[in-house]
């Protein structure tokens, strides 16, 4: 065993660990910091008295989409028909990084986000998460993000097409297993969901949740964040509606 191999053996679990950990804030475009300020922002300018104030305009305007209802999103291709309308009583949220709040994004322009965020990487970790990434066969990725039009609560979806369902039950099998991370809500009928409590999400009155689930070859991921603490049942509620609408996709919402 050369020096370059032994260094490759050296680094695998760190590797796992990589897909393991960012993974989800990948699938999402690091919407945990914009997330963040926006939450932050509307937060400080809000009267407290008053809890169901509607909130500050978004950063996101809503998208325009030509082939369905204005406002409940995008439903011009086969995957962002699969992300969940927006539900009665939302409406778009604010943008997800520089990707917008209601976006696709290419089977390239995905893989090249992931392995992005693996940059600063030594070269031995950055080639197994490469391969990692690489074996998983994204074929696309579709985003959305919702706010609450009374309250505090906003939520960054995705859904990304994989190459076939066992792909995407191991990606959860790695996504639901979060030793000593708190839990989230349950999703109610969804055994294959989970959620947890950002570890270190906390900013001053604002926490973020994370949950994950799988429906066919379709991996979700969901990044909610309010003032503390997320509403359990509001984001049991979307998740369940997302994972709904994967398997009817016709159900009204």
Not at 102 to 124: C, F, H, N, R, W
Not at 236 to 253: F, I, M, T
Request: hydrophobic residues 40%; contains cysteine.
């Amino acid at each position: 065993m050369n020096d370059d191999d032994r260094t490759t053996v050296a680094h695998r679990p760190r590797a796992r660990r990589f897909l393991g950990t960012v993974l989800p804030a990948l699938l999402v475009g690091g919407a945990l910091v914009g997330g963040f300020a926006f939450v932050r922002t509307t937060v400080d300018g809000a009267d407290r008295s008053a809890p169901t104030t509607v909130w500050a305009e978004s950063r996101g305007k809503p998208a325009k989409d030509p082939a369905g209802p204005i406002g409940r999103g995008r439903a011009d291709t086969e995957l962002t028909r699969k992300l969940l309308p927006v539900p009665r009583g939302y409406q778009l949220g604010p943008d997800i990084e520089e990707y917008g709040n209601d976006t696709e994004l290419s089977a390239g322009q995905a893989i090249e986000m992931m392995k992005a965020a693996g940059a600063d990487y030594p070269a031995a970790v950055r080639r197994e998460v490469h391969e990692e990434i690489d074996e998983m066969g994204i074929k696309g990725l579709a985003l959305r993000s919702y706010r609450l039009k009374h309250g505090y609560f906003v939520a960054d979806m995705s859904v990304v097409a994989l190459k076939d369902a066992e792909t995407a039950r191991r990606w959860y099998t790695v996504k639901s297993q979060q030793p000593g991370a708190r839990k989230g809500p349950v999703i109610e009928g969804r055994e294959h969901s989970a959620c947890f409590v950002q570890p270190g999400s906390e900013v001053d009155d604002v926490e973020a949740v994370n949950c994950v689930a799988y429906e066919g070859e379709i991996a979700v991921t969901v990044l909610a964040q309010s003032m503390k603490p997320v509403n359990k049942s509001t984001l049991a509620e979307l998740v369940k509606g997302q994972l709904d609408h994967l398997a009817s996709p016709g159900r009204s919402v």
